[in-house]
């Protein structure tokens, strides 16, 4: 039996996928968890074969509670779930250890493949996925400016987009607001951009966020 807890802010989106996994007899949803917060907790309790992890939520968010899943249980895998297939958003989850990425408008058939090959051991990426990060990679010239930032780079960048303040991002992270803003400063020099909303509305146009965040 696969053991899986989900991890999505939106109970509506946790049930969808629920019934889902509830008709497959390998599989048992041992928990559901609304944060990352919740879902590191819940994967200290009940060590999961499998978490399905929903890469943007408010508060720790999916990269964050994936790389703290990963140091904590090393025989949990990780599942990352996104609205975007867009690079860096796939190579970014898979750099700091996930073992799959899916996009939640992915089939059910694929959902539960990608469960299976996860839980054997095995990454899985959907083709196109794979693809395009692959393209990525032989090219030298990407037109992607976040393709630049590190995985914590990214994860902060994320939530400023998201309007959180630089005092809570440090807490959520354990880390200082002097190295917050370091890591801020380093990003918006490569990003070329100056404030907040600049860097909102570039990853608006790149289509790492939801046109109802601006």
């Known amino acids: 039996m696969i053991k899986i807890i989900l991890v999505d802010d939106h109970e509506l989106v946790r049930t969808g996928i629920r019934r889902i996994l509830d008709d497959v007899k390998d599989f048992s949803v041992v928990s559901e968890a609304s944060s990352g ?3 590191v907790a819940l994967c200290r309790r009940n060590a999961p074969d ?13 990269l964050e509670a994936t790389r703290k899943i990963i140091r904590m249980a090393e025989n949990t895998r990780v599942i990352c779930l996104s609205m975007h297939k867009e690079h860096p958003i796939p190579a970014q989850v898979m750099q700091i250890g996930a073992f799959g ?3 939640k408008d992915a089939e059910h058939e694929e959902m539960i493949r990608a ?9 899985y990426l959907a083709p196109d996925i794979a693809q395009t990060i692959a393209i990525s990679k032989l090219s030298a010239d990407s037109n992607n400016p976040f393709d630049a930032l590190s995985t914590r780079e990214l ?10 303040r630089v005092p809570d991002i440090a807490e ?8 917050v803003n370091t890591y ?19 990853a608006y146009r790149h289509k790492l966020i939801d046109p109802n965040a601006l």
Do not use: W
């Open 115 to 123: 469960i299976y090959k996860v839980a054997s051991g095995q990454k």
């Open 101 to 103: 990425f899916l996009t």
């Open 50 to 62: 499998v978490v399905l992890m929903d890469v943007n939520m408010p508060g720790m968010g999916g």
């Open 184 to 202: 801020r400063y380093r990003m918006f020099e490569k990003l070329g951009v100056a404030t907040d909303v600049e860097l909102t509305h570039l």
């Open 172 to 179: 959520e992270l354990c880390i200082n607001a002097k190295t």
């Open 37 to 39: 917060e919740d879902a």
């Open 155 to 164: 994860n902060i960048a994320m939530r400023l987009t998201r309007g959180q």
